[in-house]
């Protein structure tokens, strides 16, 4: 059996669902969002003089406003006072959260998602005082009726709608339900707590029925860099990951149409004065206490509009859809491509992400329910029937980072404390982060003390402590010594795919990272490859494998089985895979690895004498200041969630044996589309492939770089082949526009060549003109022919007679199919084995997604375009 069978088999396994989804419930049909349009939707809005602070000077970009689906934002901003780096957490900071209701009724806080409480950002000190209540919903700091009074003046019921006695702003959801307030008439509760049993319920726990701290989209905390400057990437939600907002949901607008619910961004900047009597607040003798909430405070909220784009989908669903699967590289092209093919009684197109292996045999399958058109990285070669492909997109696979300067704190260092430029860098963003081959195999590898359960001889605890590393990127060397300040495992996806194939392509074409990974000690500190994975390179790699055995194990008794039961804690459990690139890349966003640690603790959901009486803790999720996280994910996956990429580089030992970084790529436009050009003859006639190692060795390439091709079935009926041909031409004309609108190229892709788009026009009138030939050609076609450059008119892929347009005499009717061929025949070049077996168990079983992905497209299915 295959490693690429045996992998297929382990995702279906770990998936618990198979790589097919069942179709959703149809949902309501809604008019298709315009194509195009001038320019984005940035808006710039500024603070201004209220109570005793005065944010005139404070402007602030938000990044998109409108067509917003689940995804991010960034904000940046300028003219604010500088967050102080020596202190505990206290003043001059920013605030930001989503909210539904109307900002001009006095319930408008109550619709707002924030209140978890999340943990503060360490900052370089610890002296001074620290903001208390600041991340949550209590109304009031209670103060000692001096310096702060017990109850803000303007917290009363007639200006803010809220109970005297409540204890906390409530939750107002959009379907109308509200949260408890903490009143009389709405009294706190208690609450499990591991450690004491119970405890008496708080504001935070409250909101715990309608938010979580894994998924909350709230920024409590954003801070000011010295010169004033911010920036922040916030995740917005709509409806499917925010019902109880409700954004982008239909629902009765003013003009008295069905519209697409508008939200809100509120930005609450933080000052230095005391918001009651001015005065100046010090860090270090003071601070500014209270939720932003607090009338005090609330009164500086800036509010942004937020439009987002319907839920629902842009496309009837009345009408039968052409179905398109395919790998993930396109998702985010695809889904704003959709509805505006499917605009003006268009064809509406439907979209699978599985993997480039398995979107080969379900298009070459002869079974009636298999899509006709597939996206794949890698060509497909068939003759029976023979396909044509056409490019559809240019994209690359990236390194995201989340990761915040994390400076240690002078007082603790014995000799020469951080520069004073590292230290104001402290709590902002790492933007830039330089990675090798082998630093990156040793990641993949689980080969640092911190990404393994197994004991490792000579490893560095991490990352941030592998002197080629700290060669390559030396404020690292400036950071704190604790050890959670450090990479808790890069986030990778679950399965086989040609992204992950060229990425370990790219790692053993260096002679390093090959020599390491095959059993040889670094040059550096002498660490080893783990051991669980010495072995597996023997074969090409198309997964990203977790192959360490090592396991955690607690044992605990048992009354209602009377014998002790043991709990392990292993390799899947704390590094979980994520369902798919683009979960991995939201999973960076929010920090969160979604794995589980010790301690292991009794379970809240079952009874004591219950079996299973415990679990292990979540995996805490990193606060704004003190990120650490990165993943493998696409590049448009990576744009959309705003997150930044590491470099990839070359390095050379200077005179004192240090690593420099010799030649370095990131994604740009630049590099990629100089890798585009340093693409080969595939064996497929007339689409090529970019060599990782080839465009490696090419100055200025990125090397994981990659054109996925729309590859159709020429044997569907001639109807559904005009169609397809639409959505070819689509994608290489109009579809390759880039921005934010309906019917643009997302950001994260780089247009297409003006040779590929050529390629893809003469693609599609092959496709839509198509004649079956008497005689099929041979699968593949001549790889001695001499296969042209990306863009040159393609020759006839295989089984197309050099004509083209000519009708045979032997030809079938137009829209008639030809006899369907043998599995065996159908899938020549493409390993299938069991693997179909299971695929079919898991359809008739009902089973639904491998983890979060694949996931079946219809605009509103998936998270990222609805």
Known sequence: MSRRTVASILVALVAAGGLFVIEPAPEPAKGAPEAGGSGGSSVIVTGRKQGFEDFTNLALTVSKTRNLTNEAIAITWTGATPTPRTSQLATDFLQFMQCWGNPEAKDFRETCAFGMDLDKPALIGSGGFESTAQAGRRAIYKGDGQVYPIRDPDETPEKTGVRADARMVPFKTVTGERSRDGSAAEPYGTVFDPSAGTRPEEDFDVMGRFLAKETTNEYPYALTAADGTGRVIFEVQNDRLAPNLGCGAPYPAPSGQQEPRPCYLVIVPRGHHNPYNGENVSPRQAAVHGSPFTPALWQHRIVVPLQFAPVEGGCSLDKAERRTAGTEAVAEAVTSWQPVLCANDGPVFGYSAISDFEAAQQVTSPSGSAPGLVYSADP?????????????????????????????????????????EVQRRHGLAVTDLKLTPRLLAKLLTQSYQNDTLTPLAAAPHSIRYDEEFLDLNPDFRYWGRERSATLAGLIVSVGNSAAARDLWRWILSDPDAKAWVQGQRDDGQGMWVNPAYKDLFATPQETFPKSDPGCYRETRFEPIQGRNVEFPLCTLDKWPYMGSMSEAALQTLRAATKGKEQPLRPDPNNPGDATPCCRYADMARKSPGSRFVMSITDSASAAKYGLFTAQLCKTKRDSAGNYVADDCRAPTREAVTAAAATAVASEVRGASVIDPVKAWATPGAYPLTSVSYAVADTSEPAAARKEYARLMRYAAGAGQDPGEAWGQLPEGYVPLPAALREQAMVSASQLENWVSPTTPAPTGGDPGSGDPSPGATPPAPAGVPSGGLT???????????????????????????????ILIAALLMGLVGGIAGPILQRFAVRTGRK
């Open 807 to 837: 009708p045979s005499a032997a030809t079938p009717a137009p829209g008639t199919p030809p006899v369907a061929a043998p599995a065996a025949q159908a899938t020549q070049g493409s390993p299938l084995g069991i693997i179909r077996f």
């Open 380 to 420: 497909v070669p068939s003759s029976n029937p023979p396909l044509v492909h056409a490019p559809a997109t240019l994209s690359s696979t990236v390194v995201a980072i989340n990761i915040d300067y994390n400076i240690i704190n002078p007082l603790h260092v014995s000799g020469q404390p951080p520069p004073d």
